[in-house]
């Protein structure tokens, strides 16, 4: 439900742009956001959305000392990558998607014209780690517009560490870009949050 009313509220304030995702997985998220842009659309008018999806489907890769968790190992997350990619074309419905498959390291060094990519609409930032999540912050940058909204799906583990996780890196984020103001739009699941970026 978090993202249909992400994709909701953007749509209703025309908030226009690309839906982006870091940490596919199994593709749930990534074909739910598919499926409420098409239904928001019937609603609100047609607004031409792309979908795109970082992972590299191979689970963390390294997890690194500061992101150390009892329940977070190098391969946790790793999936079938064919699996995930049929369920996402046969998801899609003739919508605009890629999957950009890949460690974030990697991926992320481009600039997001790379995958032309030219504003960010909805962002769902699932990669549970400080160090993913401040790379997929930092890619952002130069998309980011009032309107966005970002959700952060793994807000609050680390036993409330404020220098650790998603949090961490969001914290830090603010501090290196007071160009941007942020307001939080709302909770969801298991400490789960979603903010807007109110200015820029």
């Not at 998220?29 to 795109?52: H, P, R, V, Y």
């Not at 609409?121 to 401040?134: F, G, H, S, W, Y």
Request: hydrophobic letters at 35%; a positive charge.
């Amino acid at each position: 439900m978090a993202i249909k009313k992400a994709m909701y509220i953007t749509a209703h304030d025309k908030t226009l742009g690309t839906y982006l995702e870091f940490g596919v997985f199994t593709g749930s998220s990534f074909n739910f956001a598919m499926k409420a842009s098409l239904s928001i659309d019937k609603l609100l008018g047609k607004t031409d959305c792309e979908f795109i999806g970082f992972d590299s489907f191979d689970g963390f890769g390294s997890v690194k000392e500061e992101d150390k968790h009892p329940r977070f190992k190098d391969s946790t997350f790793s999936v079938d990558e064919k699996k995930v990619l049929r369920n996402i074309e046969k998801n899609s419905k003739g919508q605009k998607y890629q999957i950009i498959k890949g460690f974030f390291e990697e991926t992320l060094k481009e600039l997001p014209s790379k995958y032309n990519i030219k504003k960010a609409r909805v962002i769902m930032i699932d990669c549970d780690l400080k160090e993913p999540a401040t790379l997929a912050l930092n890619f952002l940058k130069s998309i980011l517009q009032q309107g966005t909204i970002i959700i952060f799906d793994d807000y609050i583990f680390y036993k409330g560490d404020e220098n650790k996780g998603q949090f961490g890196a969001f914290k830090e984020f603010k501090k290196n870009n007071p160009q941007f103001k942020f307001r939080e739009a709302f909770e969801y699941g298991n400490g789960s949050r979603a903010f807007i970026v109110s200015d820029v």
